[in-house]
């Protein structure tokens, strides 16, 4: 099938597997430059592992600590008439690299929210791994079904405090547009918090803590993000945030219960980067624009895989202590250090004022931003024939 990029709205709904094993490739790439992560993990699980902050954190793990990965996720293969999804292929490209250089790489594909795909997770890693030292949980998901009452959860992208009206992208006409959401209801908060909150996190780690799959000194991180002033109605004092302030309080509990290991639980405060969540929340993805644009020109711009290489390197391992890991009042790592810096924030706050569908290609990095959505489907790579028959039916492991 010879395969091109089918945009709807903030979604790509076809994926290339020569493209998506590409942007495996220089994901890999990156951390093999960087050398060996000094005292990384060996043995590691990762929740959310086919795209994005998982699938980087994997790479992180097995190319620049060596590690054994086992990886949950929740895609679709191809039927033969349309492609498989993206997080399909990049795993498959993921496992044959992992494999080549002799590292343990395999995964179970399925509802990581679910009792079931729990237990094929226990019972895969007590057959071929037994205890992990490291658990990342990198869940993405807009539902959530509870695993004991059965009952469907929805998440919501909306503020808490009146209705919100801002400037947002339009990416297909390149326009500045104004979006209006309603309040949340009280109904709408409690649904994201049950998607995006720390609930099933928790229900991960104590399961594995009851089958003795936590190594002594193991550590588990979640990521969250803050985010700046223009962003905060939507995003920390929003739906979304009162999830994340969820996540965050869970780490706090964990971080005691792993204390019965040796170990520790943390969220890592990430930077605001384009992939599959972010492209969904209105303003955020013109925020992006704006701050790729003044990161590029300081030098500090950073995606995904340089983000995760970052926080393996210098903030969770590089040798140190579980004790001696850096973080913030609130308990929390910070590897968005860079974007929240006030000379960054400041320009970025500045250019906002102005932004217009007149001046928002000069002032902002539009094709930067939709070079980078498309990456993630394994579109826009110049040395890749996209005008070639490529097999879609690509197996994973």
């Known amino acids: 099938m010879i395969v091109q990029p089918k ?7 076809t994926a290339h597997p020569v493209g998506c094993a590409r942007h495996v490739q220089e994901q890999i790439a990156h951390v093999i430059k960087q050398g060996v992560v000094t005292g990384g993990p060996k043995k590691v699980l990762v929740i959310g592992a086919s795209a994005g902050f998982g699938m980087a954190s994997r790479i992180v793990a097995a190319f620049g600590s060596g590690a054994a990965t086992f990886g949950v996720y929740f895609e679709r293969p191809s039927d033969g008439k349309r492609t498989a999804t993206a997080g399909w292929y990049n795993t498959a490209a993921f496992e044959a690299a992992a494999h080549a250089k002799g590292l343990y790489a395999k995964s179970v594909n399925g509802d990581a929210f679910s009792d079931e795909i729990k237990q094929q997770v226990v019972a895969a890693l007590k057959k071929d791994l037994g205890q992990v030292d490291m658990v990342v949980y990198s869940l993405a998901s807009p539902r959530r079904t509870h695993p004991k009452t059965g009952e469907t959860f929805k998440s919501t992208l909306k503020p808490t405090k009146g209705t919100y009206t801002n400037k947002s992208m339009d990416f297909e006409k390149n326009e ?3 979006v209006t959401l309603e309040q949340a209801t009280p109904e709408d908060v409690d649904q994201t918090v049950q998607v995006m909150g720390g609930e099933d996190w928790q229900m991960w780690i104590e399961l594995l803590k009851n089958e003795n799959l936590l190594a002594p000194g193991c550590l588990t991180v979640a990521y969250s993000y803050i985010g700046p002033e223009v962003t905060q109605p939507i995003y920390r004092q929003g739906t979304i945030g009162a999830a994340k302030d969820h996540l965050e309080k ?4 964990l971080d005691k219960f792993m204390a019965q290991v040796g170990g520790r639980a943390l969220v890592s405060v990430n930077k605001a980067l384009v992939t599959q969540a972010s492209s969904a929340i209105p303003f955020i993805s013109l925020y992006i624009v704006l701050l790729m644009k003044d990161m590029k020109a300081r030098g500090i711009h950073e995606g995904c895989i340089e983000q995760m290489d970052r926080l393996f390197r210098e ?10 890991i850096p973080v913030d009042a609130e308990g929390r790592v910070r590897v968005d250090d860079w974007e929240v810096r006030e000379d960054v924030q400041a320009e970025v706050k500045e250019v906002w004022k102005d ?3 007149q001046n928002v290609l000069a002032n902002g990095d539009v094709a930067g931003y939709n070079k980078e959505f498309l990456k993630l489907f394994g579109f826009g790579y110049e040395d890749v024939n996209y005008d070639a028959d490529v097999e879609i039916d690509v197996k994973i492991g």
């Open 355 to 357: 932004i217009s569908t």
């Open 7 to 13: 945009i709807r709205g903030f979604i790509c709904t």
């Open 315 to 324: 903030r969770l391992f590089n040798g140190r202590k579980l004790s001696d």
């Open 250 to 253: 869970t780490a706090h509990r």
């Open 176 to 178: 500045i547009i104004q």
